[in-house]
């Protein structure tokens, strides 16, 4: 990761443990890895900048501090700031006369000295095309430098050396022409600048008495060029024999330059002893203004100014050893005017230069300014800048790029609030498209998203359901509107759970009556099964939900009818998905005909149920509203599935005995009669219980139904048939009532609650009470 910080252990680890792999030495490993990161730093985009450090191995390791210094300070005014932290090396190169270099290495950090020869080898191979050999002479703690505290001497030897490969690769370019050409310029023997020397000579003898005067470039031209061009020897300057400018003219023109020496002083204190001061000789006029005190004569240097970079003791000596490196001083605080008490100190950045002659240092330096606003901050002007200083040039670029940054970082910032804003738009049309969802059909719902026209669909043969809860007016007329809202509201969350089970399609809701209908709007050959489980289901529920008025479980009718249908959506305006067609009026009547608590079946609902597994108990003809008379049917259970199946619980929530059912009911029981009379229960605390989808013929994950059981013993129901043991009813014991079964649940509940807890009671209830919470 790129902006990423490791720590240092983190590298030794790695180091280590790739040692043990390879069986090599950490020095092997260390030295590949500064290969590849040269590599990595020339992919990264930096092959430009490193070709550009230096003409020579030499002058490219010299300038490898400027390169850290610049990538230390350039970026600290961006937002994601990878050098932030660096803690970069230091290095400083000496050259021998006999063409070897002495490369001085200083870090803080330990071990990793050997990463230098991979990346300084990798360096000359590639950029000066040459081979060196690196040697450790000595390795030893900080001496020179403050900030560092290993330093490591290398003796580099270079010499220029291809394989054949790589020759015959580079041959062609033009660039290594140009390599070679300059190479073999610079390297011409002695033996032919003398043989060059001679030839002059031989040439001059030769001349007439009265020769023609040359010019003196074309003798100078014929000194240092020898035969086809070549360079015979180095450029060699001219200086003049007298320094052709005033102090007062290069005050000006250098504002901010110091000259310095340093002089002994004994200081008597008990003892005697040595001591060394900076003393400024010069000062150019700027930085006079900005620190008065440099105006008085002799002053101490290192009184008014701290050094930064590199992390050297203040001292000519050490500014003699790192003289190649960028100096960087500031100002120090309790020698500064009141006036810049609150602004930030000044900085600069600058050479030394030594003056062998004088025996004093030469500071040229610059205002180390990276934007208007340090400028503004420290109360300065481009002004105060010499004119021929390239730092007004990098301030005025340098505001360009931070006007940039500070636009691209912007850009970055709308973007993210639009990536945000998008992913809450796309929560939203979720939550949109599921409530879509829930009140249409899917399908439907994607044609509506679409912009389609939803046509009117037939459905030859489906099966309606249509329940209400009995004596709801009279619930309604005792009762406050809020315990109506909580009551309807815990029914209809159990009823929307059987839905799922049994995927059946809920139509909609009015009051209390609930709508729901099978084999629509996804035709199923098992509607009328499906429809019968989900009410069979509705009923063991409806005992789980609390009449305000009583205290006891409501009461619910059922009626079931089979029959084409034709339906489709109806308006513009919160659009409903209707059922229309005598299937829906004859449904309607067989609820409002029928009795509490039971299921009432039509003539097609029963034929669609018969031979299925189902048990159906004949009510004989009745006078239907708008029908005429009408042979009906009451459904009594389902005998091929247990009630855990219907309620679509998981096997390990059904109970299998009749002891267990009894209990778990009666402790639902004993919890609605401690809420009181009108205790209701809130919707936050309804069944959180996983939902298990009960199996059809044609269901699409299970190809076939369980076929029915004949394994299950049996009890005698309230017609004499035979009924699953596993019911979830109220039939418990062998009384039971021919007319009304269901009446001896509120008898064994009002009994249950007069009489005095056993502790076997006590057991059961706890035993329930625990298996509900699980």
């Known amino acids: 990761m790129t902006f990423e910080v490791y720590k240092d252990d983190i590298t030794m680890r790695l180091v280590e443990e790739a040692c043990k792999i390879l069986e090599v030495s950490p020095d092997v490993v260390l030295k590949q890895f500064g290969e590849y990161f040269f590599e990595f ?126 020759r015959s690769k580079l041959s062609a370019t033009p ?29 001059n003898c030769h001349l007439s008495v009265c020769p023609v005067k040359k010019k003196h470039w074309d003798t100078i031209r014929g000194i240092v060029r020898l035969g086809k061009g070549k360079l015979l020897r180095g450029f060699e300057p001219v200086y003049p024999e007298t320094l052709c400018i005033d102090l007062k003219t290069f005050c000006n023109a250098f504002p901010f330059h110091i000259v310095f020496d340093e002089e002994i002083q004994m200081v008597m204190q008990n003892v005697m002893f ?6 400024v000789k010069q000062a150019g006029v700027n930085i006079q203004k900005i620190v008065p005190g440099l105006q008085t004569v002799s002053i101490r240097l290192d009184q008014y100014f701290t050094i ?20 960087v001083l500031r100002t120090k605080r309790n020698m500064m005017p009141e006036s810049w008490k609150s602004r930030p100190m000044l900085e600069l950045r600058g050479q030394m230069v030594w003056m062998e002659s004088l025996q004093c240092m030469l500071y040229l330096a610059s205002p180390l300014l990276r934007s208007l606003h340090e400028l503004e901050e420290r109360q300065m002007h481009i002004s105060d800048i010499a004119p021929h200083d390239v730092t007004r040039d990098l301030i005025l670029l340098n505001q360009q790029r931070l006007a940039e940054m500070e636009l691209s970082n912007q850009l970055e910032r709308k973007k993210e609030e639009l990536r945000i804003l998008s992913k809450h738009l796309e929560e939203e049309k979720k939550k949109t498209e599921a409530l879509l969802c829930a009140m249409l059909p ?83 050959l098992s509607h009328a099964e499906r429809v019968a489980n989900f009410a069979l289901g509705m009923i063991i529920a409806a005992r789980e939900v609390t ?87 009451f459904l009594a259970g389902n005998l091929n599935a247990t009630d855990g199946e219907i309620m679509g619980r998981p096997v390990r929530e059904s109970d299998s005995g009749r ?49 029915p059981s004949k394994s299950h013993p049996s009890i005698k129901g309230l017609t004499g048939k035979t009924r699953d043991s596993q019911s979830y009813g109220s039939l418990h014991s062998d009384q039971q009532s021919g007319d009304n079964p269901y009446r001896l649940t509120q008898v064994s509940v009002e009994t249950a609650a007069s009489e005095p807890s056993s502790s076997r009671t006590r057991n059961r209830l706890t035993k329930s009470n625990f298996c509900v919470l699980l």
């Open 41 to 166: 730093c020339k992919r990264s985009g930096y092959d430009h900048m490193l070709r550009t450090l230096g003409g020579n191995l030499f002058e490219f390791i010299e300038n490898l501090d400027a390169l850290h210094s610049y990538l230390s300070l350039s970026y600290q005014a961006s937002t994601v700031n990878p050098f932030k932290e660096m803690n970069a090396p230091s290095f400083r190169v000496e050259k021998n006369d006999d063409d070897t270099m002495h490369l001085h290495y200083y870090s803080d950090r330990r071990g990793l000295c050997h990463i230098v020869p991979g990346i300084i080898g990798a360096v000359a191979k590639d950029f000066f095309n040459s081979e060196i050999t690196m040697e450790i002479v000595s390795q030893m703690e900080e001496e020179e430098r403050t900030g560092k505290k290993e330093h490591v001497v290398f003796l580099v030897t270079q010499k220029l050396a291809f394989s054949h490969q790589r």
């Open 175 to 203: 660039q290594y022409l140009a390599n070679v050409r300059r190479q073999s310029e610079k390297q011409l023997s002695k033996e032919d600048v003398e043989k060059a020397m001679n030839k002059i000579r031989n040439k």
């Open 274 to 279: 040595g001591g060394f001061k900076l003393r």
């Open 308 to 327: 930064i970079h590199p992390e050297v003791t203040f001292t000519i000596p050490s500014a003699r050893k790192f003289i190649n490196s960028q100096f």
């Open 442 to 524: 899917k399908h439907v719902a994607n044609q509506l998203k679409e912009g389609k026209r939803v046509e009117a669909g037939e459905f030859k043969e489906c099966t309606v359901l249509f329940s209400d809860v009995v004596t709801f007016t009279d619930i309604c007329s005792v009762c406050e509107p809020i315990q109506i809202v909580f009551m309807l509201n815990s029914m209809y969350l159990k009823f929307d759970r059987l839905t799922t089970v049994h995927d059946v399609y809920k139509v909609e809701t009015i009051g209390d009556a609930y709508m729901v209908v099978g084999g629509v709007p996804v035709p199923v």
């Open 547 to 633: 009449n305000p008025v009583t205290g006891n479980p409501i009461q619910i009718r059922v009626g079931l009818h089979t029959g084409p249908v034709l339906a489709g959506v109806v308006g513009e305006k919160m659009p409903r998905y209707c059922l229309f067609g005598d299937t829906v009026n004859t449904a309607s009547r067989m609820e409002s005909h029928g009795l509490p608590d039971k299921i009432h079946l039509s003539p097609s609902a029963y034929w669609a149920l018969k031979d299925k597994g189902f048990e159906c108990v004949d009510r004989g003809e009745i006078e239907v509203k708008g029908k005429g008379k009408m042979r009906t049917y």
């Open 659 to 707: 002891e267990s059912a009894k209990s778990l009911h009666e402790s639902r029981m004993d919890t609605l009669q401690r809420q009181g009379p009108r205790g209701v229960k809130s919707p936050q605390s309804q069944d959180r219980r996983p939902t298990v989808a009960m199996k059809y013929s044609d269901s699409p994950t299970q190809p076939h139904a369980k076929p």
